[in-house]
């Protein structure tokens, strides 16, 4: 994880696409709601925006604050947890 925090940075932070969260699906739905209640919660993915992209379906894309890979997210998660 980068120090940089993308709401100053030039570029803003790289999206991360969570294709298993299909907007379609209520429960997909809630689950992507979850998360993004839940990153208010952890230091490091306060901030962080949701939004939908269509992909084959609805998808979940969580943009975080500061540039992140989808191993660091779940590392912060199951830290969190």
């Known amino acids: 994880m980068s120090d940089t925090n993308c709401r100053h940075a030039e570029t803003p932070c790289p999206p ?3 294709t298993g969260l299909a907007g379609s ?11 993004l209640r839940w990153s208010a919660e952890i230091p ?3 901030g962080a925006r949701l939004h939908w992209e269509l992909q084959d379906d609805w ?3 969580l943009t975080p604050p500061a540039p ?4 660091a997210l ?3 998660l199951l830290d969190a947890h």
């Open 74 to 76: 779940c590392r912060l």
């Open 59 to 61: 998808i979940a894309v």
């Open 68 to 71: 992140l890979d989808a191993d």
């Open 44 to 46: 490091a993915l306060r």
């Open 25 to 35: 699906h209520p429960l997909g739905a809630l689950a992507a709601f979850g998360l």
């Open 16 to 18: 991360l696409a969570l």
